[in-house]
C-alpha cells in the first residue's frame, strides 16, 4: 500500500508561485509513475503532469508548459511541482496519483480514475486577485 500526501496549496494572486508536495510512504515509491491531477469545480479531472519512476521521463499538458516543473526525490520519497506565472485558470484541488505500468503521458491523459493505484486526498490551490 502506498500512501499518498500533498502539501503546500493556498491562495495565490496571479502571476505568482506555488510549490506542492506529494509525500509517499509506505512501499517503495520508485516503482510508482507518479502524476499530478487537478480538478475545477464542475469539471472532469485532468493530468497536469507526470513523471515516471526514476524521474527521467517528463509529461506536461500544454496549457502548463513553460510555467511548470515538475521533479523526484528518489530519497525522500517526495515529487514536487512548482507552478510559476500561475492563472486565474490553474484554480483547482490538485491531487497527486500513482500508477505502474504506464508511460508518463499515458498515465496523464489515458488513465480513467479509477484505474490510478492510489491517490491522495488532494490540496486547494486558488489563483485570484
Known amino acids: 500500500q502506498l500512501h499518498l500526501v500533498e502539501s503546500g496549496g493556498g491562495w495565490v494572486q496571479p502571476g505568482g508561485s506555488l510549490n506542492v508536495s506529494c509525500s509517499a510512504s509506505?512501499?517503495?515509491?520508485?516503482?510508482?509513475?507518479i502524476g499530478w491531477f487537478r480538478q475545477a469545480p464542475g469539471k472532469r479531472r485532468e493530468g497536469v503532469s507526470c513523471?515516471?519512476?526514476?524521474?527521467?521521463?517528463?509529461y506536461y499538458r500544454d496549457s502548463v508548459k513553460d510555467r511548470f516543473t515538475i521533479s523526484r526525490d528518489l530519497a525522500k520519497n517526495t515529487v514536487y511541482l512548482q507552478m510559476n506565472s500561475l492563472k486565474a485558470e490553474d484554480t483547482a484541488v490538485y491531487y497527486c496519483?500513482?500508477?505502474?505500468?504506464?508511460?508518463?503521458?499515458?498515465?496523464?491523459?489515458?488513465?480513467?480514475?479509477?484505474?490510478?493505484?492510489?491517490w491522495g486526498e488532494g490540496l486547494q490551490v486558488t489563483v485570484s486577485s
Open positions: 513523471i515516471s519512476n526514476l524521474g527521467i521521463a517528463k
Open positions: 509506505g512501499v517503495d515509491s520508485r516503482y510508482y509513475v
Open positions: 496519483a500513482a500508477t505502474r505500468g504506464r508511460t508518463v503521458q499515458r498515465m496523464c491523459t489515458g488513465t480513467r480514475v479509477d484505474e490510478m493505484d492510489f
